[in-house]
């Protein structure tokens, strides 16, 4: 086995050098920028000039190593602003602190706290640890230091130490200490695999080198040689915790840059791993000293870079150790690092599509690298084990292929450079057999992707094989994804690959758009073999289909006319081109190609229409055409939604798109899609729907049954109960119920109609912090209102859950704006700094053809408390009755449709007054406006509409 004993860790280079960067800084010696002799002359005559005054002396040292501190971050933080790296910026704070520290330990040794015949107990070494042990350091980094003492604690080592403490707290650092001996190091070491890892990266400071070098080499033969595979065993388990803990999904859209999956501490787990078993003293060195190929080598010092710029740019925007790369600071971000517009894409967008191939580089080493050496140096069998036979990789029918100790490998790296589908079959091959893949196979797969071409692509297997690998087995999400972090998936279907690691800067997306669309294509399994949350009609449909091919291909290529322009448009284009390239049938290609265009319009018909119109229903009907069209578009949409993040998909949302796709379904069905035809489908309906209720609970309230057609078709049999049970004829009626998926709260208000009541409605739940994210309004024919709104709280869950006395204060002051005794005053926004990152064009737009009897007004703009009671202020002031309200929020945004009549009970029409309207509204929009950096890319984007999802 290698050696791996190690000479003593040694300071970095005063001289350091970097990569070619975009302003090409040059070279830096720590003597440029601290002076270490004119320093320790300043100390010396602090002390000498306050021989009588202690207190004077400290202070005035003090202020000289604070000063010299200061200098040399400023100088450090200059650098990185004209291009120098990250690494660059870390390993010069580095020299800077190991400067000040030497000149106080100096200072302190020699005028404060002096031994002049030193004894063995008064014997010590500073040195540094953990990421300043590795000789880099964030502007906002604690300092980790060891007091390495002989053997036994001293008085004067003691006053040392308490005074340069002192001094370093002073001087406004974050000081993480020990004091410990040789023997104290490697025991704790043993015991704590943090405490070793710290260890690992120890460097000499300053005071006795003899006794740290001491250290080092007990540290090196007790704790290290000879125990590589329990620290690889539990370096990875710490990692797979950490990633458990994050989430364990490297492309949330707002990273955490250290602890992350793909981030910093993936890269020191590779770097800790390679020096424990191969020995070295800088980054570079230990990284060439292990088992790495020169391009692997350079992957991971690139990414070192990268991400040591973004974190210390991150500090230094803060002033703190943040790690979180949140929308706030990404536009500033990059900006610093030099990433402009281009074309329609923001530079923070670009930015963040860098940051995330960044982190599949590191992810792929990780799983690769990793895995190889826990791979090749496990513990040796122990006990009546070591004399059994090691099984011998075992052949597949597949020629090439064994099962290596339990996971799918290749006999050789030519496997895969002679046939390069043969990296495709790696993946089925591995699902057909449920084993996870050898990590050898995966670095013979990575270091022969450029074999995948056009040529490949187009060959009959590869074809076979790709769609294969999308429709077989019941779990294909897993194997996308493995592919996808692989770089094969992109290679195969470049389309695709034009979205790998792409962004989209809003506060709704939660993933990047291929981690979205591989999540996608997982739900539709799931809810086609009956996992996870239960989604019933999907549940009826799925039996029906004819052509689930063509449902799995739109889901994988529904994103990718993203960043092109009109999404929808341009996915049409490039699905049409990825199903030709895969030999479908033309008819299976249109079809594919018209979800793909047509991906958002279920959802968007459904949250921002109302769906019981018939002109509304008439209209979708006759874009889908069809029932199979129909059933896909369903499915493809309710998953596009519960891929988009965490609790965006919920119960009411899903009952609106069951609504529309009954009503659509009814009039496909019936054979008239005219506005007429699916009028009498509407009616028929509700008149079953009115039947079915009073044969399950008997008895209905009287002002139900004066409701439209529209409030019958809105709702299923169980909130129609629920709401006969809390209505009554004559009184005010305000009662609520928490939906089954615990996202929001239903409330029902009920009372006498009267000009502004719903405006009363909304501004007294925004008072009380209510968050409107779905309002139904419905009138009687004896002008009695039903209004539901479903309501979260600014954490996006349900309003007041578990807290009892706030839902009674909301229903009691309800109960007072249908008096007439609405609560007064302004409503408290909490726009924050996340907010604020963002830029977001207000729009209203007035149309009189999308309804036979209403006008609809669509508003668009930033989302805020108490906008929707200021919209519909607007609305009542000018003598407008609202039929209905569709009400939804989309991260950082808000689109609200009101379907509304005059006076007259007429639509609008032209002329002034619907100017007038069209101003006020956009003037209640612009209020308290946040100021979000303009660029010319937002500016473009300024009059389009911004997707749904």
């Not at 409701?707 to 305000?734: I, K």
Request: charged share 25%.
């Amino acid at each position: 086995m290698t050696d791996t004993s190690t000479p003593a860790p040694k300071a970095p280079s005063l001289v350091e050098t970097r990569s070619p960067s975009r302003r090409r800084p040059g070279r830096w010696r720590i003597s440029n920028i601290i002076d270490g002799r004119a320093l320790r002359v300043k100390l010396t005559a602090a002390a000498q000039n306050n021989l009588g005054d202690p207190q004077t002396a400290r202070k005035i040292a003090i202020d000289h190593l604070h000063a010299a501190l200061f200098r040399g971050r400023m100088i450090a933080q200059e650098r990185l602003q004209q291009g120098a790296d990250g690494l660059d910026t870390a390993r010069l704070l580095c020299a800077v602190q190991d400067e000040v520290i030497h000149a106080l330990y100096d200072y302190t040794t020699t005028h404060v706290i002096r031994a002049r015949n030193p004894t063995e107990a008064e014997r010590i070494a500073l040195v540094a640890t953990g990421g300043y042990g590795r000789g880099v350091m964030a502007p906002s980094s604690d300092t980790d230091l060891l007091f390495l003492r002989a053997y036994k604690v001293s008085p004067h080592t003691e006053s040392v130490i308490e005074y340069m403490l002192y001094a370093m707290w002073d001087m406004g650092l974050k000081v993480g200490h020990a004091f410990r001996t040789p023997n104290d190091c490697v025991k704790l070491a043993a015991e704590d695999v943090t405490i070793k890892t710290s260890m690992l990266d120890a460097r000499f400071i300053c005071g006795d080198e003899a006794l740290a070098n001491d250290m080092f080499e007990l540290f090196q033969r007790d704790a290290v040689k000879g125990k590589d595979a329990q620290f690889i065993a539990d370096k990875l388990a710490e990692r797979d915790a950490r990633h458990n803990r994050h989430g364990d999904a490297r492309y949330v859209v707002e990273p955490n840059l250290k602890e992350g999956k793909g981030g910093l501490r993936d890269l020191q787990t590779l770097y800790w791993i390679t020096k424990h078993m191969y020995g070295g003293t800088t980054l570079e060195d230990v990284m060439r000293n292990g088992p790495f190929t020169p391009h692997e080598y350079a992957v991971f010092i690139r990414a070192a870079k990268f991400l040591w710029t973004v974190r210390c740019h991150l500090h230094f925007v803060t002033g703190r150790p943040e790690e979180r790369l949140g929308f706030d600071l990404q536009p500033e971000i990059a900006s610093r690092m030099g990433y402009r517009d281009r074309g329609e894409q923001q530079g923070v967008e670009r930015f963040m599509k860098r940051y995330f191939l960044i982190a599949k580089d590191v992810g792929g080493l990780t799983r690769i690298l990793a895995a190889k050496l826990e791979a090749d140096h496990k513990k040796k069998p122990e006990g009546l084990r070591r004399f059994l036979p090691v099984r011998a990789p075992q052949a597949l029918p597949e020629m090439g292929f064994t099962l290596d100790n339990g996971r799918i490998n290749v006999i050789g790296e030519d496997v895969m450079a002679d046939d390069p589908l043969n990296m495709l079959r790696l993946f089925t091959i591995a699902r057909r057999e449920g084993k996870d893949i050898h990590p050898d196979a995966l670095t013979a797969l990575t270091r022969n992707l450029r074999g995948i071409n056009e040529p490949v692509r187009e060959l009959p297997e590869a074809r076979r094989l790709v769609l294969e690998a999308i429709m077989g087995g019941d779990r294909p999400g897993q194997v996308l994804r493995w592919m996808n972090e692989s770089g094969l998936l992109g290679r195969l279907i470049p389309e695709f690959g034009g979205i790998v690691a792409q962004t989209q800067f809003n506060m709704y997306h939660h993933y990047t758009v291929d981690e979205h669309t591989i999540r996608a294509v997982a739900h539709i399994s799931d809810m086609e073999h009956g996992r996870g949350d239960r989604v019933a009609l999907v549940s009826e449909l799925f039996p029906l289909l004819e052509n689930r091919r063509a449902l799995y291909l739109a889901m994988l290529l529904h994103d990718t006319g993203k960043g092109k322009g009109d999404q929808q448009i341009e996915g049409t284009k490039t699905s049409a081109r990825a199903c030709e390239r895969l030999g479908l049938p033309q008819a299976e290609t249109e079809l594919v190609a018209w979800l793909v265009g047509h991906h958002l319009e279920m959802s968007e018909t459904a949250q921002k229409r109302d769906i019981s119109d018939p002109r509304t229903v008439a209209k979708f009907a006759d874009l889908v055409g069809s029932l199979e069209r129909l059933r896909l578009l369903y499915i493809l949409t309710v998953a596009d939604i519960k891929a988009v993040g965490p609790a965006v998909w919920n119960a009411w949302k899903g009952q609106l798109l069951s609504d529309l796709y009954n009503n659509t379904a009814a009039a496909l069905r019936g054979g008239r899609t005219d506005e007429a035809g699916v009028l009498a489908e509407l009616e028929a309906r509700a008149e079953r729907r009115r039947e079915a209720l009073v044969d399950q609970i008997g008895s209905v309230p009287a002002i139900m049954l004066e409701m439209e057609t529209a409030y019958w078709t809105g709702f299923d049999l169980e909130d129609l109960a629920w709401q006969a049970q809390v209505l009554t004829d004559s009184e005010d009626t305000v009662a609520h119920r928490y939906l089954t998926d615990g996202g929001a709260v239903a409330v029902i208000v009920s009372g006498a109609d009267r000009t502004g009541l719903f405006a009363d409605l909304a501004g007294t739940l925004a008072r009380l912090g209510a968050n409107v994210v779905s309002a139904q309004v419905f009138t009687s024919q004896s002008g009695r209102i039903v209004d539901i709104f479903m309501l979260q709280d600014h954490a996006k869950g349900a309003f007041a859950s578990g807290d009892a006395p706030r839902m009674e204060r909301l229903e009691q002051a309800m109960r007072d704006a249908l008096a007439g005794k609405a609560i007064k005053g302004d409503v408290k926004t909490r726009a924050g700094r996340r907010e604020a990152a963002f830029l977001v064009q207000p729009s209203v737009q007035i149309r009189d053809d999308l309804s036979a009897d209403y006008t609809v007004i669509d508003v668009g703009g930033r989302d805020r408390p108490g906008l929707l009671h200021e919209v519909a202020d607007v609305l009542a002031d000018m003598k407008l009755s609202i039929h209905s309200a569709h009400v939804g929020s989309y991260g950082e945004r808000v689109f609200d449709a009101f379907y509304v009549q005059n006076a007259r009970g007429q639509k609008l029409g032209k002329g002034a007054r619907r100017d007038t309207l069209k101003e006020r509204l956009v003037t209640v929009l612009r209020r308290e406006e946040l100021e979000a950096p303009q660029t010319p890319a937002r500016k473009l984007k300024r009059s389009r509409a911004v997707d749904s999802f």
